[in-house]
């Protein structure tokens, strides 16, 4: 199993940048892939970016490409979300996920077992 801790959410203007972090337990971070989700008030879970378990093959929604970059320190157990110039359609909670399968794809909430409690990004215009 797999516990993971999110982190550097906040409120920002916009055109600004955050970086969020998740932390990971466990010795065997480096066997999970990652994902990044979002969920607006109202609106569905939506994907946002995901990292397969070496780094190597990354994944984002077409809205935020050129925009946020995925990353992980395997060392550290932590993967990152890196957004810039943000825009105030990117408010809502942000959520790390961990998957060791490969049934549904990365960018299908059902794909992933395990979540963290959230981080509040909140866009102003």
């Known amino acids: 199993q797999v516990q993971l801790v999110e982190s550097g959410g906040g409120l920002v203007q916009t055109g600004g940048s955050l970086r969020l972090s998740c932390a990971a337990s466990g010795r065997t971070f480096s066997s999970y892939a990652m994902g990044w989700f979002r969920q607006a008030p109202g609106k569905e879970r939506e994907f946002v970016a995901a990292?397969?378990?070496?780094?190597?093959?990354?994944y984002y929604v077409d809205s935020v490409k050129g925009r946020f970059t995925i990353s992980r320190d395997n060392a550290k157990n932590t993967v990152y979300l890196r957004m810039n110039s943000l825009k105030p359609e990117d408010t809502a909670v942000y959520y790390c996920a961990a998957t060791q399968t490969r049934r549904y794809g990365p960018g299908n909430v059902n794909e992933y077992g395990y979540w963290g409690q959230g981080t509040q990004v909140t866009v102003s215009s």
């Open positions: 990292i397969s378990w070496s780094g190597g093959a990354t």
